[in-house]
């Protein structure tokens, strides 16, 4: 076409337009094979000359303005693109307001989306938002609801929403784009695996990776069957796969994704695009993780050299060179860290576009960097170090739902191993506090979520507390860039501390008007508070597995110690993984557990807890689904005791003790109140037996939930649980109890919970199922069956955020229910959800299970250790001596085996 018009003459003797027009075609057929420059090189030139013929060609022109900006804005030249497209567009939609014609509505819309794309690259998110709901607008008036390109308005909204943090709007429209295209567009079409996707990565950036995994695979699959996998759209699926993935800290599993991706992104858009690089920085990020420091120098120093020297795309220079500083570095080569470091810092100085925790993390390393090379101060590489911890620490991280990313673990396990070499404890438990944080932010998140949804108060005091949070933020950032480039900073303390105060006092009136609804997520944890919490012959010991080695912090009543343990991460989860496949399936591997126990209580570890009785162990990730006491080879040992023969084990779900007491023994005189729900109606058959038995049963857990709310159906197929009621009986009949109240069938339901007897119980069982949903579909919270409700009444699952709302005063809880301890797919104790809604109501102590149990052990083990508790004992030691006497009095066949005894752990609040 370009040629036969280029032989075409105008009457005035010029060449045809179309000569040019037609360049703007070539530009989107290069683009869509990923030839960037190739295609800048026509659109720009192309849409210079054809813009005197806008009123003929008015689509044209548009689709080579929309073409244009996006390019600009892939680049890095953003500012130039607003520039050429706004003008291009105010014309345009002038010309389109006097001509209705779908070609100029399409073409509208595709412009709009431009602009919302380049100013979400500037920054300004209204704008962006503005742009992308007109281009929505103009598709659904042109196409109706259904249409495919309506769909992916949908979606494009959806994405802008969430790249201005308004996660539950984003949501809101991913999912209405994916209704729409599996109920009306066919799967073959574009816009059926990109809804797919973006709601998978709405989900993602939502604290829900188990679920956005799911939606991202089935996008990926369709690509590959409708549009091919040598695509560069199957290319950006694999990648978004693969980032959810590194999210969760599935990192065997990212590398062969981020290597395809790689591959398929260089060959479309060339090895120095951003795709490309990201993938290989990615891609490092999981190497190093995976304890192999020369493949991360490998890939990640292959990234570098792509960007070239002088590169000022700090986002990318931040995915790359603080793995690839601390690769170095963990390779013995000093000098080629300190060089990375002060490259790193310079570029961060010199951006106006970094945040507190880059300007944070870059003057860490470079400190770090130099203290390691011998030409540095251990009292700035401190500092530096606090500094971080404050800049993660920022509310704002945790508030949405999505935790730490991988950069902010990579941070806080170089700060534990600063820690550990300058054996301080304090610097330790701060880095530690924020992981656990992290993983109990979810769940709190999402409960606040749902608060605030039905109450316009709560929500706009959230609102007005997260805008001082990024206030509070931006005045951090400001002071750590004066402060390192040696400009005067006394305005700017005053700055922050203002923006302080401001939210300082918004948690307050959120404190005083929501009791309850921050206090396990605010506070500051102490080394003087842990020591207070602790009695004579206890102690505190915490590890963190987190990125590449494994630290721990050990508290006795009148020390504390930072240690590194010299075991990298990937080798203490892979012995745990061994360990619990083998024992959840009635197995033992004596040499994970011995090799885990080696690891984690070596000899000078067990040293200093030679005083100990009672041993209160925090964790996350895997280990937290594991129960440590099966560990075996502690101390060095060759002899096969448990870690349970040697100490009365408890676990903590976070480091947040403040105002706890010391354990205490049971009070033998006082006399308690029993509440205990059993054996739950079967959903679906209100009145039935405790008998019943339902027929069928999902295959997973994600089954049980639709999109809004529990399934009814396959909730009736979970199995009875007529051994609850014995079991609870039991109990009753085991102790004098002041009262004594006993739930069953029917009437273990959701409105009895919330009753005078449970709230006023100083001891709630619960024996039911444990539902450890995770972030699944139309769940994100752990949740307890229960009888359901009349039809519109009460559903039946107890969820962690209804626990928390409710008001308890119950000293010991008892979950004997099927995985109440066990641990979410995504790497997340699901006892820290159902813990932190129990401390919120006002209960104390879990006694809860890793895995499912039989009645007849579950009964007596709880048996035994209320008694053990009422003769004098403490939990843990009432808990240790209950499965003793299962493993050795009971006479109950394979009780000594480490399936039958070892679930059982108590959880301190």
């Given amino acids: 076409m370009q040629i036969a018009a280029q032989r075409t003459t105008m009457p005035d003797g010029s060449v045809h337009p179309l000569a040019q027009v037609v360049r703007i075609k070539i530009a989107s057929q290069l683009y869509a094979d990923g030839q960037i420059d190739e295609a800048l090189a026509e659109v720009e030139p192309g849409l210079e000359a054809t813009r005197p013929y806008l009123d003929e060609y008015p689509a044209a022109m548009a689709e080579g303005a929309a073409l244009l900006g996006v390019l600009l804005t892939h680049k890095g030249e953003p500012e130039r693109a607003l520039a050429l497209v706004e003008p291009l567009y105010a014309d345009f939609a002038e010309l389109a307001a006097r001509e209705d014609k779908e070609g100029l509505a399409v073409a509208k819309s595709n412009l709009e989306f431009s602009l919302s794309q380049i100013n979400l690259r500037l920054g300004q998110t209204a704008e962006a938002l503005r742009y992308q709901k007109a281009s929505l607008d103009s598709r659904e008036a042109a196409f109706g609801p259904n249409h495919p390109d309506t769909v992916a308005g949908y979606y494009g909204y959806a994405q802008t929403l969430r790249r201005a943090g308004q996660m539950e709007e984003a949501e809101r429209f991913a999912r209405i784009a994916v209704e729409r295209a599996t109920g009306h567009v066919d799967p073959s079409h574009p816009s059926y695996a990109r809804s797919l996707e973006m709601l998978g990565i709405v989900l993602a950036n939502s604290g829900r990776p188990i679920e956005a995994t799911d939606f991202l695979t089935s996008a990926l699959e369709l690509k590959r069957e409708y549009e091919g996998a040598d695509t560069l759209v199957f290319g950006y699926g694999i990648h978004n796969l693969g980032t959810i993935l590194l999210q969760r800290e599935r990192y065997e599993e990212v590398q062969p994704l981020f290597n395809e991706a790689e591959a398929l ?139 730490l990313e991988v950069r902010h673990l990579s941070a806080l396990d170089l700060v534990m191993d600063i820690a550990a070499e300058d054996d301080d404890a304090e610097l330790m438990l701060a880095a530690m506090s924020l992981v656990s944080r992290s993983h109990l932010s979810r769940a709190q998140a999402i409960r606040t979520e749902r608060l605030a949804a039905s109450d316009p108060g709560l929500a706009d005091l959230l609102r007005a507390l997260r805008e001082a949070e990024d206030a509070v933020d931006e005045a951090d950032r ?100 061994s360990l619990g496949a083998s024992v959840r399936v009635g197995g033992f591997d004596g040499p994970a557990s011995r090799g885990l126990g080696a690891s984690l209580f070596p000899e ?297 005894w070892a679930p059982f752990v108590l959880i301190e609040g």
């Avoid at 479309?268 to 999981?286: D, K, T």
């Avoid at 006993?742 to 007897?757: G, I, P, T, V, Y």
């Fill in 478 to 577: 400001a002071l750590l860039l004066a402060l390192a480039r040696g400009e005067s900073a006394d305005l700017l303390r005053e700055s922050l501390a203002a923006a302080r105060a401001q939210a300082a006092a918004y948690r307050d009136q959120l404190a005083a008007r929501y009791p309850g609804w921050d206090r396990a997520l605010e506070q500051t944890p102490s080394i003087a508070a842990l020591q207070a919490s602790l009695a004579d012959g206890e102690a505190i010991l915490s590890f963190a597995p987190i990125y590449y080695g494994t630290y721990a912090l050990l508290v006795t009543p009148d020390t504390a110690v930072a240690l590194d343990l010299s075991a990298s991460r990937k080798s203490v989860i892979d012995l745990a993984n």
């Fill in 604 to 900: 000078p570890v067990m040293e200093r807890l030679a005083k100990t009785r009672a041993l209160k162990l925090h964790t996350g990730g895997p280990l937290a689904s594991l129960p440590f006491s099966l560990l075996q080879g502690w101390g060095g040992g060759a002899d096969t005791a448990f870690l349970h023969d040697r100490f009365a084990l408890s676990y903590l779900s976070d480091l947040s003790v403040e105002g706890a007491s010391p354990t205490l023994p049971g009070e033998r005189d006082a006399p308690l109140s029993l509440v205990a729900f059993a054996a739950p109606a079967p959903f679906g058959a209100a009145g039935a037996s405790e008998d019943a038995v339902p027929q069928r049963s999902p295959s997973r857990i994600s089954d049980y939930f639709d999109r809004a709310a529990a399934n009814a159906d396959a909730l009736a197929s979970l199995p009875a649980l007529p051994g609850t009621a014995d079991e609870v009986r039991a109990i009753a009949a085991s102790i004098s109890w002041d009262t004594e109240t006993l739930f069953l069938a029917e009437d273990a339901s959701e409105a009895n919970f919330r009753s005078a007897q449970a709230s006023e119980a100083d001891v709630l069982v619960i024996a039911t199922h444990g539902i450890v949903a995770g972030e699944v579909e139309g769940i994100a919270e752990p949740a307890l069956v229960l009888s359901p409700g009349a039809p519109g009444g009460d559903d039946g699952l107890l969820t962690a955020g209804e626990i928390a709302r409710l008001r308890l005063v119950a000293d010991w809880i008892i979950l004997s229910s099927c995985d109440s301890a066990a641990g979410m797919s995504g790497g997340l104790p699901a006892f820290s959800g159902l813990t932190q809604a129990f401390r919120q109501a006002g209960g104390k102590d879990l006694l809860v299970t890793h895995w499912k149990v039989r009645d007849d052990i579950a009964a007596y083990v709880s048996t035994q250790a209320v008694l053990n508790y009422r003769s004098g004992m403490t939990k843990a030691e009432a808990l240790r001596a209950a499965i003793d006497s299962l493993r050795k009095e009971s006479g109950i066949t394979g009780a000594d085996e480490p399936f039958a």
């Fill in 265 to 403: 992104m260089s060959r479309y858009q060339g090895p120095a695009s951003a795709f490309p690089i990201l993938a290989l920085a990615y891609n490092g990020q999981a190497s190093l993780a995976l304890g192999d420091p020369a493949q991360a120098v490998r890939l990640l120093d292959e990234g570098r050299q792509r960007m070239g020297d002088d590169t000022q795309d700090v986002e990318a220079l931040g995915r790359l060179l603080p793995d690839l500083i601390r690769a170095h570095l963990l390779l013995g080569d000093p000098a080629s860290a300190l060089a990375r470091a002060e490259l790193f810092e310079e570029r961060i100085l010199a951006s106006d576009t970094t945040d507190t925790f880059e300007v944070a993390f870059a003057t860490l390393l470079r400190a770090h960097s130099q203290v390691v090379a011998g030409a540095g101060r251990e009292e700035e590489r401190k500092l530096a170090a606090r500094n971080l911890i404050e800049a993660v620490r920022h509310p704002g991280r945790f508030d949405r739902a999505s935790g």
